[in-house]
């Protein structure tokens, strides 16, 4: 729209907008559409004197309103991504929080159900009748067990995928390694007759640095695998240390079904929910996680997965991770045992105080307690514990307390935090069905000694009651 004189032209001599008080006499107008036809608005000239614009300075005026079109399209793609940035951040937190919320909804249960089963269970170890005990008791188990591996490969997933999971490099014995994942594998390999064989190729260092809990995952999904698809033969567990290169390698060696090339190219994409093939997931069950998120802990640890299979005749699965610095190396012979009994934890005259509001883990967790000599108080929520330790006039002494993070009125976080203000010193262990990594350092945070996840584990809980306690004893002795 160009006006030469707008106190002459028909379009305008009558507004006052323009020829009133501003006295705009000349006017020259492009649009600034972009390439969707959407009009950001228009690029004005205006003097307070009449003018004739040329041919050349509209096309100036056009070369001018492109560029400004240029600008502003730029600057609205810009504000459209950081919108989209803030959307996405907004939503990254909303899945964490569904994440943590969805570990705390299934934990929470899952403690009474193998807390239970393994009363159960021990119970028929301990060699009592057992004609009056259902078989079903040993199936609930191993299935809460089972459904407990799948909700944390689905876990550790989500928290790789959102770059929140962390590994924690510290001195690790690789024998040990080996003799806790082969004590879990041991019982499945059992009930199918199959042996278990394990093989030192070299002279292993004591130590390494590395993930004891990753790799010990990892080893674990190797096992687990080997003696799912394996239904006769035997499992081998090869340990080597290259010690000039400062790689150690663990491999797991199966007589199973094997996979083929296709199988094998397809796997070594470490694809979430992906197996061999469909028939194998109708076969044998599973998620296809486990592969996907050994490979991904495997690279946070700096190592690599690496497969060999022969269909019909068996698979090898290898976990290369670096050592770290070595020490001189101590021959370390796992043909002689890989499994040791547990020493027995003895807390008698250990004073106990258990903040918890659910009944059932109320139960479960002063069975636990009580069977190895300690004392159990019950505070059904935050306030009624820091109420007992406060403001109870005789002043009860515990050695340790147990404290839930997630309960009414007061939760454990805020109940930590009033006893740490109001100066007690008596070591707080925190029983959280969160388990995402930020979710540890919190409860340490606010004043916690200890941390145990749900579901609680019989043996676990009892070791860091002792730790914490035994630490105390030493801080007061000193």
Same mark, same amino acid.
């Given at each position: 729209?160009?006006?030469?004189?707008?106190?002459?032209?028909?379009?305008?001599?009558?507004?006052?907008? !323009?020829?009133?008080?501003?006295?705009?006499?000349?006017?020259?107008?492009?649009? %600034?559409?972009?390439?969707?036809?959407?009009?950001?608005?228009?690029?004005?000239?205006?003097?307070?004197?009449?003018?004739?614009?040329?041919?050349?300075?509209?096309?100036?005026?056009?070369?001018?309103?492109?560029?400004?079109?240029?600008?502003?399209?730029?600057?609205?793609?810009?504000?459209?991504?950081?919108?989209?940035?803030?959307?996405?951040?907004?939503?990254?937190?909303?899945?964490?929080?569904?994440?943590?919320?969805?570990?705390?909804?299934?934990?929470?249960?899952?403690?009474?159900?193998?807390?239970?089963?393994?009363?159960?269970?021990?119970?028929?170890?301990?060699?009592?009748?057992?004609?009056?005990?259902?078989?079903? !008791?040993?199936?609930?188990?191993?299935?809460?067990?089972?459904?407990?591996?799948?909700?944390?490969?689905? %876990?550790?997933?989500?928290?790789?995928?959102?770059?929140?999971?962390?590994?924690?490099?510290?001195?690790?014995?690789?024998?040990?390694?080996?003799?806790?994942?082969?004590?879990?594998?041991?019982?499945?390999?059992?009930?199918?007759?199959?042996?278990?064989?394990?093989?030192?190729?070299?002279?292993?260092?004591?130590?390494?640095?590395?993930?004891?809990?990753?790799?010990?995952?990892?080893?674990?999904?190797?096992?687990?695998?080997?003696?799912?698809?394996?239904?006769?033969?035997?499992?081998?567990?090869?340990?080597?240390?290259?010690?000039?290169?400062?790689?150690?390698?663990?491999? !797991?060696?199966?007589?199973?079904?094997?996979?083929?090339?296709?199988?094998?190219?397809?796997?070594?994409?470490?694809?979430?929910?992906?197996?061999?093939?469909?028939?194998?997931?109708?076969?044998?069950?599973?998620?296809?996680?486990?592969?996907?998120?050994?490979?991904?802990?495997?690279?946070?640890?700096?190592?690599?997965?690496?497969?060999?299979?022969?269909?019909?005749?068996?698979?090898?699965?290898?976990?290369?991770?670096?050592?770290?610095? %070595?020490?001189?190396?101590?021959?370390?012979?796992?043909?002689?045992?890989?499994?040791?009994?547990?020493?027995?934890?003895?807390?008698?005259?250990?004073?106990?105080?258990?903040?918890?509001?659910?009944?059932?883990?109320?139960? %479960?967790?002063?069975?636990?307690?009580?069977?190895?000599?300690?004392?159990?108080?019950?505070?059904?929520?935050?306030?009624?514990?820091?109420?007992?330790?406060?403001?109870?006039?005789?002043?009860?002494?515990?050695?340790?307390?147990?404290?839930?993070?997630?309960?009414?009125?007061?939760?454990?976080?805020?109940?930590?935090? !009033?006893?740490?203000?109001?100066?007690?010193?008596?070591?707080?262990?925190?029983?959280?069905?969160?388990?995402?990594?930020?979710?540890?350092?919190?409860?340490?945070?606010?004043?916690?000694?200890?941390?145990?996840?749900?579901?609680?584990?019989?043996?676990?809980?009892?070791?860091?009651?002792?730790?914490?306690?035994?630490?105390?004893?030493?801080?007061?002795?000193?």
């Amino acid at each position: 729209m160009i006006v030469s004189d707008a106190s002459k032209d028909d379009r305008t001599k009558d507004n006052d907008l !323009v020829t009133g008080p501003l006295g705009i006499r000349f006017y020259a107008g492009i649009p %600034l559409k972009v390439s969707t036809g959407e009009s950001l608005g228009t690029l004005c000239v205006i003097d307070t004197v009449p003018r004739t614009i040329t041919p050349s300075m509209i096309d100036d005026l056009e070369a001018l309103a492109a560029q400004a079109t240029s600008q502003l399209e730029l600057r609205l793609k810009i504000a459209q991504l950081e919108q989209s940035q803030e959307e996405a951040r907004v939503a990254n937190e909303l899945k964490s929080r569904f994440l943590a919320n969805m570990s705390h909804e299934i934990r929470t249960p899952m403690t009474a159900i193998i807390g239970y089963a393994d009363i159960l269970k021990q119970t028929l170890d301990d060699g009592f009748d057992q004609s009056g005990l259902p078989n079903s !008791v040993v199936a609930i188990h191993r299935n809460a067990q089972h459904l407990l591996v799948i909700i944390n490969d689905i %876990l550790d997933l989500s928290k790789i995928e959102a770059g929140e999971l962390d590994v924690e490099i510290r001195p690790t014995t690789p024998k040990t390694i080996v003799e806790q994942a082969l004590a879990t594998i041991q019982p499945s390999a059992q009930r199918k007759n199959i042996e278990v064989k394990v093989d030192c190729e070299s002279t292993l260092p004591r130590f390494i640095q590395t993930d004891p809990t990753r790799l010990r995952q990892i080893v674990l999904n190797f096992l687990s695998n080997a003696v799912k698809f394996t239904a006769e033969g035997s499992v081998a567990v090869t340990v080597a240390c290259d010690l000039e290169r400062e790689l150690l390698t663990i491999s !797991v060696a199966d007589t199973g079904i094997g996979l083929s090339q296709e199988q094998i190219q397809a796997l070594s994409e470490f694809k979430a929910f992906h197996q061999a093939d469909q028939s194998t997931t109708r076969q044998y069950g599973g998620t296809g996680l486990g592969l996907c998120v050994s490979n991904m802990l495997a690279e946070k640890l700096g190592g690599f997965i690496d497969i060999e299979s022969t269909l019909g005749q068996g698979s090898v699965f290898s976990i290369t991770v670096p050592t770290g610095p %070595l020490a001189h190396p101590t021959a370390n012979d796992l043909n002689q045992s890989v499994a040791h009994p547990s020493h027995k934890v003895d807390l008698t005259g250990l004073r106990i105080l258990l903040a918890e509001d659910c009944e059932d883990s109320q139960r %479960l967790i002063r069975h636990f307690l009580e069977q190895v000599g300690a004392s159990i108080e019950i505070a059904s929520n935050g306030r009624v514990a820091v109420d007992r330790i406060l403001n109870s006039p005789d002043q009860p002494v515990f050695d340790v307390i147990l404290m839930d993070m997630q309960m009414p009125e007061l939760d454990g976080y805020e109940a930590t935090q !009033v006893l740490r203000n109001r100066g007690t010193t008596t070591p707080i262990i925190a029983l959280t069905a969160h388990a995402m990594p930020t979710d540890r350092q919190r409860c340490l945070d606010v004043g916690c000694d200890g941390y145990c996840a749900k579901p609680i584990e019989r043996e676990a809980l009892i070791s860091v009651c002792a730790q914490v306690a035994n630490a105390r004893s030493r801080r007061n002795a000193a």
